[in-house]
Protein backbone atom coordinates (compact mmCIF):
# COMPACT_ATOMS: atom_id res chain seq x y z
CA UNK A 1 0.00 0.00 0.00
CA UNK A 2 2.76 2.46 -0.15
CA UNK A 3 2.78 3.39 -3.89
CA UNK A 4 -1.02 3.85 -3.10
CA UNK A 5 -2.09 7.45 -2.12
CA UNK A 6 -5.24 8.13 0.44
CA UNK A 7 -7.76 9.10 -2.02
CA UNK A 8 -7.02 6.06 -3.89
CA UNK A 9 -7.01 3.33 -1.31
CA UNK A 10 -10.07 5.43 -0.01
CA UNK A 11 -11.79 5.16 -3.38
CA UNK A 12 -11.06 1.11 -3.02
CA UNK A 13 -12.55 0.72 -0.04
CA UNK A 14 -15.44 2.15 -0.37
CA UNK A 15 -15.64 -0.10 -3.70
CA UNK A 16 -15.16 -3.05 -1.33
CA UNK A 17 -17.44 -2.14 1.07
CA UNK A 18 -20.31 -1.02 -1.32
CA UNK A 19 -19.57 -4.20 -2.82
CA UNK A 20 -19.77 -6.59 0.28
CA UNK A 21 -22.87 -4.96 1.68
CA UNK A 22 -24.47 -5.41 -1.81
CA UNK A 23 -23.93 -9.11 -1.80
CA UNK A 24 -24.85 -9.27 1.90
CA UNK A 25 -28.32 -7.70 1.27
CA UNK A 26 -28.67 -9.57 -2.38
CA UNK A 27 -28.31 -12.62 0.07
CA UNK A 28 -30.67 -11.45 2.42
CA UNK A 29 -33.11 -10.37 0.02
CA UNK A 30 -33.81 -13.82 -1.56
CA UNK A 31 -34.53 -14.91 1.97
CA UNK A 32 -38.01 -13.11 2.05
CA UNK A 33 -37.89 -13.73 -1.77
CA UNK A 34 -36.27 -10.84 -3.52
CA UNK A 35 -33.90 -10.01 -6.35
CA UNK A 36 -31.24 -7.56 -6.12
CA UNK A 37 -32.88 -5.86 -8.75
CA UNK A 38 -36.02 -5.84 -6.72
CA UNK A 39 -34.70 -4.76 -3.55
CA UNK A 40 -33.16 -1.94 -5.23
CA UNK A 41 -36.02 -0.68 -6.82
CA UNK A 42 -38.57 -1.27 -3.19
CA UNK A 43 -35.73 0.36 -1.42
CA UNK A 44 -35.81 3.80 -3.21
CA UNK A 45 -39.45 3.53 -4.10
CA UNK A 46 -39.96 2.93 -0.31
CA UNK A 47 -38.05 6.73 0.46
CA UNK A 48 -39.94 8.43 -2.92
CA UNK A 49 -43.10 6.49 -3.38
CA UNK A 50 -45.89 8.41 -5.42
CA UNK A 51 -42.57 9.76 -7.74
CA UNK A 52 -42.64 9.57 -11.85
CA UNK A 53 -40.45 6.80 -13.72
CA UNK A 54 -37.73 9.55 -14.68
CA UNK A 55 -37.11 11.15 -11.37
CA UNK A 56 -37.31 7.16 -9.79
CA UNK A 57 -34.42 6.19 -12.56
CA UNK A 58 -32.27 9.61 -12.10
CA UNK A 59 -32.34 8.74 -8.06
CA UNK A 60 -31.28 5.49 -8.69
CA UNK A 61 -28.77 6.21 -11.36
CA UNK A 62 -30.06 3.79 -14.67
CA UNK A 63 -31.55 4.45 -17.75
CA UNK A 64 -35.50 4.61 -18.11
CA UNK A 65 -35.87 2.11 -20.47
CA UNK A 66 -34.54 -0.48 -17.88
CA UNK A 67 -35.77 0.66 -14.96
CA UNK A 68 -39.28 0.83 -16.58
CA UNK A 69 -38.61 -2.85 -17.56
CA UNK A 70 -38.25 -3.85 -14.39
CA UNK A 71 -41.57 -2.28 -13.29
CA UNK A 72 -43.31 -3.66 -15.14
CA UNK A 73 -42.18 -7.04 -13.99
CA UNK A 74 -42.87 -6.16 -10.54
CA UNK A 75 -46.28 -4.60 -11.26
CA UNK A 76 -47.25 -7.98 -12.41
CA UNK A 77 -45.99 -9.71 -9.35
CA UNK A 78 -48.45 -7.29 -7.69
CA UNK A 79 -45.35 -5.13 -5.99
CA UNK A 80 -45.65 -1.79 -7.43
CA UNK A 81 -48.63 0.01 -9.25
CA UNK A 82 -48.62 3.06 -11.51
CA UNK A 83 -51.04 5.68 -10.86
CA UNK A 84 -52.29 8.65 -13.42
CA UNK A 85 -50.61 11.64 -12.13
CA UNK A 86 -53.37 14.38 -11.57
CA UNK A 87 -51.98 16.82 -12.90
CA UNK A 88 -50.49 14.86 -16.23
CA UNK A 89 -52.58 12.65 -17.88
CA UNK A 90 -49.38 11.32 -19.86
CA UNK A 91 -47.73 10.89 -16.91
CA UNK A 92 -47.98 8.15 -14.21
CA UNK A 93 -46.62 8.01 -10.25
CA UNK A 94 -44.94 5.40 -8.94
CA UNK A 95 -46.57 3.64 -5.67
CA UNK A 96 -45.92 0.37 -3.60
CA UNK A 97 -48.85 -1.85 -3.24
CA UNK A 98 -50.10 -3.55 0.32
CA UNK A 99 -48.38 -6.85 -0.87
CA UNK A 100 -44.67 -4.96 -1.14
CA UNK A 101 -45.32 -3.22 2.43
CA UNK A 102 -44.66 -6.59 4.64
CA UNK A 103 -41.49 -7.49 2.29
CA UNK A 104 -40.21 -3.52 2.80
CA UNK A 105 -40.81 -4.03 7.00
CA UNK A 106 -38.69 -7.34 6.42
CA UNK A 107 -36.13 -6.10 4.61
CA UNK A 108 -35.67 -2.74 6.58
CA UNK A 109 -34.95 -5.75 9.29
CA UNK A 110 -32.57 -7.77 7.52
CA UNK A 111 -30.50 -4.19 6.61
CA UNK A 112 -30.68 -2.91 10.10
CA UNK A 113 -29.32 -6.21 11.01
CA UNK A 114 -26.55 -5.97 7.89
CA UNK A 115 -25.85 -2.04 9.04
CA UNK A 116 -25.13 -3.58 12.75
CA UNK A 117 -22.64 -6.18 12.27
CA UNK A 118 -20.80 -3.51 9.77
CA UNK A 119 -20.61 -1.10 12.39
CA UNK A 120 -19.60 -3.03 15.40
CA UNK A 121 -16.82 -1.22 17.20
CA UNK A 122 -17.10 2.15 15.76
CA UNK A 123 -18.59 5.34 17.46
CA UNK A 124 -21.57 7.33 16.79
CA UNK A 125 -19.55 10.15 16.44
CA UNK A 126 -17.39 8.27 14.69
CA UNK A 127 -20.30 6.92 11.95
CA UNK A 128 -21.44 10.46 11.54
CA UNK A 129 -17.84 12.25 10.63
CA UNK A 130 -17.99 9.05 7.91
CA UNK A 131 -21.55 9.91 6.71
CA UNK A 132 -20.53 13.23 6.62
CA UNK A 133 -17.57 12.98 4.67
CA UNK A 134 -19.03 10.59 2.30
CA UNK A 135 -21.88 12.74 1.39
CA UNK A 136 -19.18 15.54 0.82
CA UNK A 137 -17.62 13.27 -1.48
CA UNK A 138 -20.60 12.05 -3.33
CA UNK A 139 -21.70 16.36 -3.47
CA UNK A 140 -18.24 17.04 -5.33
CA UNK A 141 -18.69 14.01 -7.92
CA UNK A 142 -22.64 15.10 -8.54
CA UNK A 143 -22.43 18.91 -8.06
CA UNK A 144 -25.29 18.28 -6.30
CA UNK A 145 -25.34 19.59 -2.40
CA UNK A 146 -26.70 16.82 -1.15
CA UNK A 147 -29.67 14.42 -1.33
CA UNK A 148 -33.64 16.03 -1.79
CA UNK A 149 -34.81 15.54 2.13
CA UNK A 150 -37.14 13.39 1.62
CA UNK A 151 -34.24 10.38 0.63
CA UNK A 152 -32.76 11.12 3.87
CA UNK A 153 -35.83 10.72 6.08
CA UNK A 154 -34.82 8.48 9.06
CA UNK A 155 -37.95 6.42 7.87
CA UNK A 156 -36.22 5.04 4.93
CA UNK A 157 -34.06 2.33 4.48
CA UNK A 158 -30.28 3.04 4.58
CA UNK A 159 -28.86 0.60 1.99
CA UNK A 160 -26.11 0.44 -0.16
CA UNK A 161 -27.57 1.70 -3.46
CA UNK A 162 -24.20 2.03 -5.83
Known amino acids: ?5 PAKHLGMLVH ?10 DQKAQT ?5 AQWRVL ?4 RCEGTNQATLAEYMDMEPITLSRQ ?15 PTDRRAHRLYLTEQARPLIAKFRSLTAGIM ?3 VEGISEEEIERLSDSLMRIRNNLTGKDGEPAHLLST ?8
Open 71 to 85: LDRMEAAGLTERRRD
Open 43 to 46: AYLA
Open 116 to 118: NDA
Open 155 to 162: NAPRVAVS
Open 32 to 36: IGLTS
Open 1 to 5: MDNIS
Open 16 to 25: DVSRLMRRQL
